[in-house]
């Protein structure tokens, strides 16, 4: 047998005179692992990925050796006593990068960076400085040579077949140019999606089979974060930590402390001294207990109700938000967030304390404008073609903060609609746009959430790759990047597929004319205008003619292939197509039955579009059996609650008012439409003015299952002069329930629930909310108006 040779390329080489080519003899070459004293398992790893895409390049398999043979020619991985002895450096490696040396001197490769914990670790979320350096010099010597891994697992990897190994001789440190590269929030192991004791043997392997081959994908994209800040909502939640011992500790809210109704989501009272001082004893005591640690959250928790209502917190609300068009809160959080970052920062120095910039707390503070040096912040409010939200973002906190800031990634359109699926996407552009910008203005990379990438990785594919790619070097040239795509996963039917990108790319654009938007949102006071990605927004932007389109040009891509790899390949994005098209007929048969919910067959349509939809999402999904995606379907996203379960065909009713415009609510007498005055939480609620007759009503039909018993919640608010509010249901000429209302004082939010029996000859209910007063004008606020069936 002929020995076969590898090429390497060295793209760059530091400027050492007389470049010699090295060639390596396969067979006679060997890896070693030395890295110190300590084994590193991504050292390892390095070995072993080396090896295993060796043999898949040239068909031979090099030896990791255990004893090191000073005479052979052999790679080494790793800082250890071998790079030492021969004179090479690593404490010139900065964090997160790493060395390639070549000495055909004396016949060795060095491949070396700083190492340092587990590539697998287990946690949702890393939280101290992780360095992959030797591994990553091992897939940037396999990316340079041709490999690719644009998606995990097998299918979305591309090898080169190369007959020589050629090595340019010298030395080349690489740096990233981003060291938050946190793809890794989301594959999370399987642990973290809870209920396992359920799960059967076969889904247990899947999550962990998904779980590796997700991590796998991130490493070898060198995506794997350098840097891990833990940023995120803080649990366990306040309440419980408080809510006996301190309950001032929590926000006041609707004349309490805590948020009774869901306590987890209770908020801090944070201009109390005191609070500041017990979180950042909360902080001291983690570091003190996790000295590994780089960073502890203290994030406020997630969920619009709860913020603290008492004056002292109230004086520093700013103006309206751009975003959500209600005060600012900035301010608040960031004075809180300076005090406690100056305590900790005195006890605790060189630790970092994480914080989302997010929901109310987004919008650029106002007077404080300066943040404290221990601060990160996770700039959240993005979405994901419209970059420009995160350039607001960006350079408004950016200015106020000396450390680097993240942004939060949500790639994906149909994240919202769908949670464990997407729609098909495509904004190269964007993203060199985007990294660019980031790079220049101090943002340390990004964090990936869960469903953006457990989602599915073919709807976007390639932008994982190219987000992933880019963080390395800011100013890739994607529109290269997309034609060696094309060219290497598609082969063949590479022209076809560019087409098909090509299409998908400008019908986005299109959509979402980046100038547009810009000139909207500096002539108006919103940054709202961003797509929303509810049903109607996703027919508007995914209309017949594009989804027909898109369907034909990866027919004719199907057409042009032989390849067994690539049809299998395009028939996944055939399969995203076939996804979107019965997301779209669900919510148009969700119309449908809910405008009319006794039409004939309108239930039966809808169940069956349903079950289609979650019958393929479980086909595909590794978590099938994990995950009920019958109950994923959302209508729409202001509604948020109008999920249909295709399982039980079980309703569940929401209302919140979170959006300005009735949601299919119907005025009955005198009413005043959605208000913004009181909300008991979230941003609205509807508002009820007494009419000259001494009442006012509003109504709306609701389609339940006959026999069934229900449960129907709402928080109401009466003004003094407010009497009663009536809630009414009704069946035919039956009536089912009829509560009544009284304040217990005035301005105080009150909390109703009761159950019913749905009549057992008719499916068709009408609930009303009846106001009467002693005098006109009366006002009475309704919200969270919620409606489950109880089995
Ligand atoms: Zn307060």
Known sequence: MHSRWILIFFMTVSAVSGLRAFEVPLKDTAIKVDCGSTAMPSCSLAASELRDYLKKISGIELQITKNFDDTKSTIIIGYGEIAAKYGIKADDIPSGGFKIVVRPDIRKVFLLGNDNGNPFYRGAMCNREYDFGSLYAVYELLDRWGCRWYWPGEIGEVIPEIKSLILQDGEQIIVPDFSDRNFCVSPTPPEFWGKQEKWSDKQKSQAETAFREYRLWALRNRAGNTLAYVSRH????????????????????????????????????????????????????????????????????????????????????????????????????????????????????????????????????????????????????????????????????????????????????????????????????????????????????????????????????????????????????????????????????????????????????????????????????????????????????????????????????????????????????????????????????????????????????????????AELLSSINPFSGVIDFGMAFQHDRDGRAYNFNFENEKLTFKDSFEKKRLNRWVEYSFFEGISNEKASDGTSSIKLRVSGKGETALRRNIKVIPGKEYKISYDTLLEDSASVLRMRITAGNKTLLNSLTQSPAPD?????????????????????????????DTKIYLDNVELYRMD
Not at 372 to 379: F, G, N
Not at 392 to 407: E, H, I
Not at 750 to 758: C, D, G, L, Q, R
């Open 234 to 613: 803080h649990y366990p939640d306040w309440f419980a930590l408080w809510n006996k011992k301190h309950p001032e500790y929590l926000g006041l809210y609707r004349g309490k402390r805590g948020c009774d109704a869901q306590p987890e989501r209770s908020k801090l009272c944070t201009s109390n001294p005191a609070v500041a001082e017990a979180v950042a004893q909360l902080a001291v005591d983690y570091f003190q207990k996790t000295p590994s640690a780089v960073c502890y959250s203290i994030c406020e928790q997630d969920g619009s109700p709860g913020f603290c209502e008492c004056p002292k917190c109230t004086e520093l609300n700013g103006k309206i938000s751009p975003f959500d068009k209600l005060p600012s809160l900035s301010d608040r959080y960031a004075l809180f967030w300076n005090s406690v970052g100056k305590i900790v920062r005195e006890k605790c120095p060189g630790k970092y304390l994480g914080v989302y910039v997010y929901s109310r707390y987004s919008a650029i503070p106002e007077t404080v404008k300066k943040l404290d040096p221990a601060l990160r912040l996770v700039l959240c409010n993005g979405c994901r073609i419209d970059w420009h939200i995160y350039r607001y973002l960006v350079d408004g906190w950016g200015k106020l903060t000396p450390n680097p800031t993240c942004f939060y990634l949500t790639p994906i359109p149909g994240a919202y609609g769908s949670n464990f699926f997407s729609y098909p996407w495509c904004a190269h552009e964007n993203i060199s746009k985007a990294m660019k910008y980031f790079k220049e203005h101090n943002v340390a990379g990004y964090r990936a959430p869960a469903y953006s990438l457990d989602a599915n990785w073919i709807a976007a594919a390639p932008m994982h790759y190219l987000y992933a790619k880019a963080s390395w070097k800011a100013n890739i040239d994607t529109d290269r990047e997309m034609r060696d795509f094309c060219q290497m996963f598609f082969k063949e039917a590479s022209e076809k597929m560019a087409d098909y990108f090509k299409t998908l790319e400008a019908a986005l654009k299109s959509q979402f004319n980046t100038a547009e938007i810009e000139r909207m949102n500096a002539e108006a006071e919103t940054l709202e205008n961003q797509e929303s990605f509810s049903a109607e927004s996703v027919q508007k932007l995914y209309s017949p003619e594009l989804v027909r389109q898109l369907r034909a040009k990866l027919e004719d891509a199907l057409k042009e292939s032989q390849t067994p790899i690539v049809r299998e390949r395009i028939a996944l994005f055939m399969q995203n197509i076939h996804f979107l098209e019965l997301d779209i007929a669900a919510s148009k048969a969700y119309l449908k039955w809910h405008s009319n919910p006794s039409g004939e067959n309108n239930l039966s349509e809808l169940t069956r579009i349903c079950r289609q939809r």
């Open 748 to 776: 105080k939010w009150v909390h109703t629930e009761k159950t019913f029996k749905a009549s057992p000859d008719t499916d068709n209910i009408t609930i009303y909310f009846i106001v009467y007063g002693k005098k006109t």
